[in-house]
C-alpha cells in the first residue's frame, strides 16, 4: 500500500509563509489534494490537482509537486489559516490521506 | 447548490447494528463517486471505501473490508454506511464525501457522530 507522511506540527509567525509538506515515493507523478480542517467542522478542500484553488479559496493558498515530496504554502499567514491540514491521494483505486499537520499562527 | 446532508447522531451499544446515510443533492448523482471517510477522537481522516451511483460498484480500504457496508438508493439520491455489530472502537465521526472518480473530495457532508458504549 501507498504512504504519505506529513509532520504534525508546523508553525508559522503572522504574516510569515507557512508550508506543509506530504511525502511519498515518487509522489511528483501522482495528483495530489489538501484539505483544511477547522475544530468542529468538516474537511474543506483548499488545493486540488498540486496547484490548482476551488472558488472561494484565497490566492494566499498555492501547492506544488515535485520528486518525493508534495508542499502546500500558505503565504501571508493569518491566525484564520489555523487548522488541521491534510494532503491526499490515490493509489489505484483506493484513497491515502496524510497523517494531518497542525497549523499554528504564531 | 450541491449539497450532501448526513443523518444525525446516533448512541448505540456494542452488538448493536446501524445504518446512517448521506443524501446528495444539486448535481447529477450518478457522476460522483461518495466515499466515507472515518475520523476517531482527536485522529486523523481514514478512507473507509466508496461506492460509484453509476453501478453500484464498490470498493474498500483493506481495513475496513468486512467491517462495513457501503450501499446507496439511486432512487433518493442517497448512499449508506452500515455496520452489523458495532463495537466501541466505531466510536468516530463519519463522512461522506464526494469525487469525480479518483480526483478530489470537492464536497463533504456535515458528518455523523456514532458513538458506541455500553
Known amino acids: 500500500s501507498y504512504d504519505v507522511t506529513q509532520p504534525l506540527s508546523v508553525s508559522a509567525a503572522l504574516g510569515q509563509t507557512a508550508r506543509i509538506t506530504c511525502g511519498g515515493d515518487n509522489i511528483g507523478i501522482k495528483n495530489v489534494h489538501w484539505y483544511q480542517q477547522k475544530p468542529g467542522q468538516a474537511p474543506v478542500l483548499v488545493i486540488y490537482r498540486e496547484s490548482y484553488r476551488p472558488s472561494g479559496i484565497p490566492e494566499r493558498f498555492s501547492g506544488s509537486n515535485s520528486g518525493n515530496t508534495a508542499t502546500l504554502t500558505i503565504s501571508r499567514a493569518q491566525a484564520g489559516d489555523e487548522a488541521d491540514y491534510y494532503c491526499?491521494?490515490?493509489?489505484?483505486?483506493?484513497?491515502?490521506f496524510g497523517g494531518g499537520t497542525k497549523l499554528t499562527v504564531l | 447548490e450541491v449539497q450532501l446532508v448526513q443523518s444525525g447522531a446516533e448512541v448505540k451499544k456494542p452488538g448493536e447494528s446501524l445504518r446512517i446515510s448521506c443524501k446528495s443533492s444539486g448535481y447529477s448523482y450518478t457522476s460522483y463517486w461518495i466515499s466515507w471517510v472515518r475520523q476517531m477522537p482527536g485522529k486523523g481522516l481514514e478512507w473507509m471505501g466508496n461506492?460509484?451511483?453509476?453501478?453500484?460498484?464498490?470498493t474498500y480500504s483493506p481495513s475496513f473490508q468486512g467491517h462495513v457496508t457501503i450501499s446507496l438508493d439511486k432512487s433518493i439520491s442517497t448512499a449508506y454506511l452500515q455496520w452489523s455489530s458495532l463495537k466501541a472502537s466505531d466510536t468516530a465521526i463519519y463522512y461522506c464525501?464526494?469525487?469525480?472518480?479518483?480526483?478530489?473530495?470537492?464536497?463533504w457532508g456535515q458528518g455523523s457522530l456514532v458513538n458506541v458504549s455500553s
Open positions: 461506492i460509484d451511483p453509476g453501478d453500484s460498484y464498490t
Open positions: 464525501a464526494r469525487s469525480l472518480g479518483i480526483l478530489q473530495f470537492d464536497f
Open positions: 491526499h491521494v490515490w493509489d489505484s483505486k483506493t484513497a491515502v
